[in-house]
């Protein structure tokens, strides 16, 4: 059976960070969700993520964050001058 599924983007990238979490396709995230909901049995949990990805460049192009956004500028407050004198 197919289902078309219409998801708010912030829906879509929460979904597809946690397929990705755990080493799955958005596809297989899915199915194991509804299979859970309905009482079947899921697939088992994969395989842990350093044996996923062949280089630090695999793992961060698919990692849980990637396309989510995040802001992660520094702040820019520096320390102050202090008088010991």
Known sequence: MNVTLN?????????????HARGVSLDDYLR????????????ADPPPVHKQFDNLSDWLLNS???GADLDLERSKDYPRPVDLG
């Open 7 to 19: 998801l708010s983007p912030e829906a879509e990238r929460g979904l597809t960070a946690r397929a």
């Open 32 to 43: 194991d969700l509804v299979a859970r909901e309905v009482g079947l049995p899921v697939s």
């Open 64 to 66: 849980p964050f990637a």
